[in-house]
């Protein structure tokens, strides 16, 4: 099969190359975000502004390690920069939130 395919080509040679190493670098990764889970959402009539207002409030987090705030009806999501997740972990479970204090944990 490969003399067929030289037999095509206009110079009637293939050239070889190196395969490269499929071994995985020795440092695991980590992910630059956290997610955060708080129980209660769109039920308890969480918005996205009161969650990222909690999280802000008084020191806390900086508004541009916050992303992506996805609410349901029963959670929310939050997620955070990795550096910052445990911070911010504290500042909601330390600070009520729409003046109700919900569950918070950090997702795996």
């Known amino acids: ?7 095509l080509l206009p110079d009637g040679t293939l050239s070889s190359c190196a395969v490269p190493d499929t071994k995985r ?9 956290t997610t955060l889970q708080i129980n209660g959402g769109r039920r308890n009539k969480l918005r996205p502004g009161d969650l990222l207002g909690a999280l802000t409030a008084a020191g806390g987090v900086s508004g ?12 929310s999501y939050i997620a955070v920069r990795h550096e910052e997740a445990r911070k911010a972990l504290q500042q909601l479970r330390s600070r009520p939130i729409k003046g109700k204090r919900y569950r918070v944990r950090i997702l795996k």
Not at 25 to 33: C, F, I, N, R, Y
Not at 64 to 75: C, K, N, Q, R, W
């Open 1 to 7: 099969r490969l003399q067929e395919i030289e037999a």
């Open 25 to 33: 670098p020795s440092e695991s990764l980590v992910p630059s975000m």
């Open 64 to 75: 541009d390690a916050v992303g992506a705030i996805d609410l349901f009806e029963t959670h």
